[in-house]
Structure formats: C-alpha cells, structure tokens
C-alpha cells in the first residue's frame, strides 16, 4: 500500500548477486501491482529487492 505517489525500482538478483532484470514503474496512491515476466531468467534462487523513495524491501523467489 502506497500513501504518497512515487516512482519505484524492482531488482532481481540471482544467488551471486548479478543484477538479473529491472523494472521501473511510478506507483499511485492506494494498492498497487507490478507484472513480473520471469521466462529470461534460469531456475534458481533469486532475491527481490523493491525500492521506493520511503522504503526497501527484499524477499527471495524460486524458478522452478
């Protein structure tokens, strides 16, 4: 949930830290989604880092 209108920055890394994809995207006042197209990327483990202009955030994603 977004409380002030800003613009954010999603990064996908893989297990050895190599920059995978990044996505750009302004985010609205309310509740917001972002599309994730993973087919360029291999099985894996990757990590998600979501940044905006009050926070950060990482959580890790499996390709199976």
Do not use: R, W
Not at 44 to 50: R, T
């Amino acid at each position: 949930y977004a409380s002030n209108p800003s613009k954010s920055e999603l990064n996908i890394y893989d297990i050895t830290g190599k920059k995978g994809m990044k996505i750009n995207e302004k985010i609205i006042y309310g509740f917001n989604h972002i599309s994730l197209k993973t087919n360029g990327l291999k099985p894996g483990m990757y990590f998600i880092q979501y940044k905006s202009n009050t926070n950060t955030i990482t959580k890790q994603m499996v390709i199976f």
